[in-house]
């Protein structure tokens, strides 16, 4: 019986080679063209063992939103004593722009595929949709358990839920052909400050 730590290490693994032949396949063929039985084939496993780890080839566009969670919630965790529920928020929202297009990483690959999925559904993908609610509870529960009911704390589901709605919006739906990935960080800051304008800051 293997480790549990060379387990979850090898699980990692075949879900990065499911990632990365799928992206392969997405670029070059298309997301419709590409098959889940392709998908596997590239990364060397069965289509068995894409479903471990993917419900749909949909999913693997969106893999990455788990792992921006925990920024945010690391985000929270780091504010000084004296931090406001509102401080709460935009730290994290600021955490999950960072993530979601990081200065001086490789440039975001699958993010033209996510955006054309996104115009052709006419609104966010359902596994999309189905993380980022996930995501947004995962930080109410943090900023919640860091300043219980302290003033202001009432107004932090509708705040997030704001930020969060006006940032994604921004990303997956307004991204233009050729966009500098400045001018997308720069698009996502400004949708943060127009969703915060109706609350306000300490």
């Known amino acids: 019986m293997q480790p549990e730590g060379l387990r979850e290490r090898k699980r990692q693994q075949t879900r990065q080679a499911l990632v990365e032949a799928a992206t392969?396949?997405?670029?070059?063929?298309?997301?419709?063209?590409?098959?889940?039985?392709?998908?596997?084939?590239?990364?060397?496993?069965?289509?068995?063992?894409?479903?471990?780890?993917?419900a749909a080839k949909e999913d693997v566009l969106f893999h990455h939103v788990?792992?921006?969670?925990?920024?945010?919630?690391?985000?929270?965790n780091a504010l000084a004593d004296d931090a406001t529920p509102w401080q709460a928020v935009h730290a994290a929202m600021i955490a999950l722009i960072d993530a979601a297009d990081p200065i001086?990483?490789?440039?975001?690959?699958?993010?033209?595929?996510?955006?054309?999925?996104?115009?052709r559904g006419h609104g966010a993908p359902a596994s999309l949709a189905r993380r980022l609610q996930a995501l947004q509870l995962t930080v109410l529960e943090a900023i919640r358990a860091r300043f219980g009911r302290a003033p202001g704390a009432g107004r932090v589901a509708a705040h997030?839920?704001?930020?969060?709605?006006?940032?994604?919006?921004?990303?997956?739906?307004?991204?233009?052909p050729g966009q500098s990935r400045l001018a997308r960080r720069r698009a996502m800051h400004r949708a943060l400050r127009l969703a915060e304008a109706g609350f306000s800051a300490p």
Do not use: M
Request: glycine share 6%.
């Open 24 to 54: 392969t396949l997405f670029l070059r063929d298309g997301f419709d063209a590409t098959s889940v039985a392709e998908i596997a084939r590239l990364a060397g496993v069965s289509p068995r063992t894409f479903f471990v780890h993917f």
């Open 66 to 76: 788990e792992r921006y969670a925990e920024l945010a919630v690391a985000a929270v």
């Open 104 to 119: 001086g990483d490789e440039a975001d690959r699958l993010a033209p595929v996510r955006a054309e999925l996104a115009r």
């Open 160 to 176: 997030l839920g704001a930020a969060l709605g006006a940032v994604t919006a921004t990303a997956v739906h307004d991204q233009v």
